[in-house]
Structure formats: structure tokens, C-alpha cells
């Protein structure tokens, strides 16, 4: 206990002195935060980064969204009517919309706003698939029309995983979707101070005080969104273990991604609470790219799921077995379309002279394969550190590991470039189970070439058995749909899933209540200081 209480000691003094570049404004009701990630990019349609999604969801509002049963529920939307052939939405917004600069928002927004995030999100590209048009029929009304009845239209404009689809001013939703935004300017409950934005140290929000909530309770991310701070501040400490010390002196008052090592620690101290939503998890992805050699062979694609060793993932990220669950469903396990159809390579006992004749059969001959490796993530970092281990165990492959933190993973993973001139070979990050739990929502699984997610997967097949399970009129037909998904995914593997764990978050309930519990990115309305 000693030494606990001295180790505590240090960091505290650690977290005390990160802390004291942070403006404190005493007079205000101030909330302090650390998330996972550092606000490095303001444009929540151009990186599927769930910070992305959490600063948007500060700023931006949706149409639809969650409740805490993961229920569709209207937001901006007031009302809708659908027609007779399923193919015609007419929405109606609510009263009281109003932008941070003081304009009203209106269907032109609305329409803006969709066609922008539809051509770079993986379930908005699918939606505006069969989208004919939407348009503007008046300020507070708007005609979504589909060329097929997709019966998911409600359930993607309500998704929570990224991106998610915020309406933003018809000027920004104007911009290029290839280009990011430059200002910030939305509808939601909080307006961001840009002036106090300090990447690598804060992140500042204020309390819109224009803002109308809706008058049904807060309930995940739906309902009404009630503001009962000045102000939020999102710090940013890249230790975790300064982070979780931060926590226990009270110089935090929220933390959204503990490190699993330190749970005990939380759990045992007076006034910090730990919560987990029901429905909460993350999936690990080792992620190939399919454009260049070696893994734009399906063989060597193949070959890596007998190398990769699923549980050695779980002992390392989440120690407690609480928190783990080793799965090998490509739509995570736990939710309706669990399945490990194929999977027997990757279940079965790791085969390294299966793998090199595969990786020959390919026409690999000890090239180097470039792994971007994020040092300074959470998760990431150890994961990373698994993979390099598996793969250097089996003793052919010459693998070429660049170290760099996660914002210039997430830059570099966009160039499609061969690796010696700037691209890449692998990379690891993350989703949720919400967002896997769905062929239609979950980004990386998709095999639509060109408007796949990073490393480009190509498979018409597979997109057009995905379009079926789209369109299957019950869930029973959906069911066997995913296990047909499964058995081409594995046989294809646009990538591959290392893990599967839940990981809580941890606040001051001696400080903060109100503390709305989601599977994914965490609101901020709603809680209060005491």
C-alpha cells in the first residue's frame, strides 16, 4: 500500500503540473474531461476517428439518434411520414433550430449536410446507393426519396458510431468532402472556443445557450440534450497512468478510457465510480492493404489468420478476464448476428509452415512489410507490439515497423502510394460492436474498391451479398445472410479481428452526477457538478 500511495504521489504531482495550463475559471461551473484521443481535426466527416465523432457530437446535432436501448429516436426531426411503396421520407424539422452564430437551421442545411457526409462515410456511401434525391420542399421540411424501400434509412441517420451523420451549415456541408471544414460552427448544445483550442493540451467548449432541447428525458443520445455546465474542458494527458492519477486527486472529474491495469486502483477509491454500458465494446482490427503486394493476394491474406493469435490480444489490452471475450465473429459477439462461419483457419492451432507456403503461393519473397505502429494509443500501442511479436515467431517475413503516434497513422493511412514512396502494409485500430454489429454499419468490412475504407478491399460478391442483407424483409433471412457474409469474409479477409473487450468509464460520482451510460461516444449534457 506504501508504495502504491508513493506512486500515486508522483504522478499526482505529475497530472497537477500538466493540468496548470489549463485556464480554470472559478466562477463557472466547469467540467474537466480526458478522452482516449487528443482533438487533432475539427471535420467529423473526415476521419472516422472516434474523437472525431465525440468533438462533433459537442458541436453538431442529428436528425435521429440512440436511446439507451440502442432504439432509434427523432432529434432534430419533429416529425415524418412514409409512403405507401417505402421509397418516399418526408421529414419536418423541430421548432427552436438555431445555429451558434444565431441563423435558423433549415432543410438546406439538412440536405447539404447528408450528401457531404454520405460520400465519406461506409453506411452513408451504402444509403446514398439507393438515394434518388433529397431535397429541400420548404425551410422546415425535406423529401429523402430512395430508388428501393431501404428499410435502414432511420436506423443510419441514428447511428452513434463514426461517422455520424451531424448537420452542419449549408456553408460548410458546401465544402468538398475531400477537403476538411474550417469552421465550426453547428447546433448543439455546446459552441467550440477555437480561440482556447490548444492541440496537445485542451480542448474548450461552452454551454449554447441558445440551444432547445427536446422535451423527453436524456436517455443515451437521444431525448433532451440539457446543458448543466458552463463549460467542458477536454485535457488531454497522453500518460495514462497521469491520467488515471489526474482522476483520483480529483484535478479530472471524467475519464473515458481508464487503462485496464489501473481498474482495480479506481475501483477501490472513495468517490470514483465505474460504469459500463450493456451493450459496450471494442473490437480490435489489424487492418491489410489490398492495393499493393504482399496482401493484395487473397493467399498471403489467407496466411496471416494462421500467424495471428486472437487471445494473445485480450491478455494484453484488457488483463481482466471480466472484460474479455474471445470472439471470432466479424459482427462481434453478444449481438444478434454473432457468427464465426470460415472461421476455422484463424480458430484453429497456428500453422507457420501453412502460412509460408501460402505467403509463397502469393509471390512473396521477403519484401518488407511496413506496419505503421501508433505509440502513443491505448490499445493500439500494445496490440501493435502482439502483432510484431506473432509475426516476427514465424520466421519469414521482413517487416519494416515505423513508430509514430496515431495522428500521423491516421494521415498516412489515407495514401494509397506503395510503401517505400509513403503508403503501407498494415496498421491496427479499433470499432465498436455497436458499429460491427451491422454489414451495413460497420465501415471496415466493406469490399466496395475504391469506396472502401482504408486498404481498399475489392469484392463484388461480397458487397452484393451485402446488399441483400440489407434488403431482406426479417431477421431470420438476415441471420443466415451473415453467416454467408462470415464464410465469404473469411475467405476474402478484408481484415482481420483481433479482440473483443469492454472497457468502462470511470468519473468523480462524488463531484459529477448525471453521467448518461452509451455504447460508444460519451455525451456530456446531462451531467452536473454537485
Known sequence: MIKIRTWLAATILASAAALAAVPALAQQKTLRVTMHADVRTLDPFWTTQTIAGIHGLMIYDTLFSSDADLKPQPQMVDKWTVSDDRKVYTFTLRDGLTFHDGSAVTSKDVVAS???????????????????SIVAKDDKTFV?????????????????????????????????????????????PFVFKRDEWKPGNVTVYEKFKGYVPRKEPASGHAGGKVVKVDRVEFVWL??????????????IDYLENPQADFLPILESTPG?????????????????????????????????LYIINNADYLNTIAANPKLQTLCYSYWGCGVEMETDAGSEPYKGPKDYKKAEALFKEAGYKGEPITILHATDHQYI???????????????????????MDWGAVVARRAKKETPDKGGWNIFITGTTVLTSSSPVTHTSIGMGCEKAWFGWPCDAEFEETRRAWAFA??????????????????AKVPYISFAQWRNPVAYRSDKISGVLSVPSVPPMWNIEKK
Open 114 to 132: 447528408m450528401n457531404r457526409w454520405g460520400k465519406r462515410d461506409g453506411a452513408g456511401k451504402q444509403l446514398m446507393a439507393f438515394t434518388t
Open 144 to 188: 429523402w426519396t430512395l430508388s428501393e424501400p431501404y428499410g435502414l434509412l432511420i436506423d443510419i441517420l441514428a447511428k452513434t458510431g463514426t461517422s455520424i451523420p451531424f448537420v452542419m451549415r449549408e456553408k460548410e456541408a458546401m465544402v468538398d468532402p475531400f477537403q476538411q471544414i474550417q469552421e465550426v460552427v453547428g447546433s448543439g
Open 238 to 251: 497522453s500518460d495514462p497512468q497521469t491520467a488515471q492519477s489526474a482522476l483520483v486527486a480529483g484535478e
Open 272 to 304: 470514483i465510480k465505474l460504469e459500463t454500458h450493456k451493450a459496450a465494446g471494442t473490437m480490435g482490427i489489424l487492418q491489410l492493404n489490398h492495393l499493393h503486394p504482399p496482401f493484395n493476394n487473397v493467399k498471403a491474406r489467407q496466411a496471416m
Open 381 to 403: 500501442n500494445p496490440a501493435n507490439l502482439v502483432m510484431i511479436q506473432q509475426l516476427r515467431k514465424a520466421g519469414f517475413l521482413k517487416l519494416d515497423v515505423q513508430a
Open 473 to 490: 424483409p426479417d431477421i431470420a433471412t438476415r441471420k443466415k445472410l451473415a453467416v454467408e457474409l462470415s464464410k465469404q469474409a473469411y
